[in-house]
């Protein structure tokens, strides 16, 4: 395990976590609205209400998380054309953020930072890494309305299923689990691959981004379960329950990020280990 997280060695993960969390909280609720907007552009105000409907009504009420879930929703579906422009530039604040955490994990002259003959681009002074980050983040923001869709057409079933109860909400939270699995892969990999600086090879980025995304998957579904625990947020900060509340969310973002980065940690070394190998055949052969 020590070899595996060998590029985190050394690396302040708690900050860098914190850091992703803090463009991550600027940009998620924008990001949110965009996708929320174009989904209801593409197939009805009426129809993205009546899919989430009944997921609205099978999350729990502890902690107000289906009446927060429902207002993003009407603010999206009401978007104007000006708002949503104006919400693309805090939406991709998301993508700097992942890039100058991940530009400061990869060790400078690392083997590992680009593949053998190639310069790496995990170097310090790194030009535009903001903007690189933004720009290569802008083809997930496009593909966000195709995989809220996807969902959102998954939710009736698993929705449906939870409030039978019995063993069939143990169906509905395998269901839900593959379903967000399934859509958060080619997400994880995404940014594996092009978000963050260097380009590792397909074959580990594709396997440990599939067994990242199911981490997250599971993570996801953990905060869905923190939601359903009888807490009063406002206990550590006077009785005040959306601080609480806030707090609480960027928490869990917080973990989310650890867990992202140590996937991305471990497609580094992999990437490590298959450069090695690769040196070292041609002299193998020669001998």
Known sequence: MREILRPLRGKDVALHAAAITFYSGIAVVPAALLAVWVTGLAVGAERVRRLTGGTLDALPDEIGAPRALAALIDAGLTLTPTLALASLLPATLYGEGLRRAFASIARPGEKSAARPGEKSTARPGERLIGWRGRVLWLPLLAATPALLLSLLLALPTTSGLWVRGGWWSVLAVALSFLAIWLLLTPVVIWVF???????????????????????????????????????????????????????????????????????????????????????????????
Request: no cysteine; net charge negative; proline share 7%.
């Open 193 to 287: 691959r092009y978000v963050a600086p260097g380009r590792p090879p397909w074959l580990p980025t594709v396997l440990i981004g599939s067994f990242t995304a199911a981490n997250l998957s599971g993570f996801l579904h953990g905060f869905v379960l923190f939601t359903a625990l009888p807490l009063d947020l406002g206990v550590p900060f006077g009785g005040l329950d959306e601080v609480g509340a806030v707090v609480a969310i960027g928490l869990w973002l917080y973990l989310f990020h650890v867990v992202l980065l140590t996937g991305f940690a471990v497609t580094r070394t992999v990437e490590s280990y298959l450069s090695d190998d690769s040196a070292r055949s041609p002299n193998a052969t020669t001998r």
